[in-house]
Nanobody, 130 residues
């Protein structure tokens, strides 16, 4: 049985940092495309950090580019999201998801097509507020 478990969310002041973790059991994350998504109240789910299988291509939309970094730890079967310079508009529930890559990888495609992902975590709340 596959489980993805996010952790590391919480309350942080504007300008602060958080590191989210996505730990997996039942599958090897290195073999999957991984995406971080977030959903704020009243808004659509947004894919904002996506990485191809192994340590290949990474995609960030402009909204987080330069502030967020996605990375893999193969030994721990975990994917991380380092978030710096957080803003109130980053407040949302954050989810990690895993997709079996089909064809050539396109980060923008995988970040904009959540239905490509077979496995999802339960989410972790990130609140940016003073």
């Amino acid at each position: 049985q596959v489980h993805l478990v996010e952790s590391g969310g919480g309350l942080v002041q504007p300008g602060g940092s958080l590191r989210l973790s996505c730990a997996a059991s039942g599958l090897i994350l290195d073999y999957y495309a991984i995406g971080w998504f977030r959903q704020a109240p009243g808004k659509e789910r947004e894919g904002f950090s996506c990485i191809s299988p192994s340590h290949g291509s990474i995609y960030y939309p402009d909204s987080v580019k330069g502030r967020f970094t996605i990375s893999r730890d193969t030994a721990k079967n975990t994917v991380y999201l380092q978030m710096n310079s957080l803003k109130p508009e980053d407040t949302a529930v954050y989810y990690c998801a895993a997709a079996a890559q089909k064809g050539l990888y396109s980060g923008s495609y995988y970040c904009n097509n959540a239905n490509e992902y077979e496995y999802w975590g339960q989410g972790t709340q990130v609140t940016v507020s003073s």
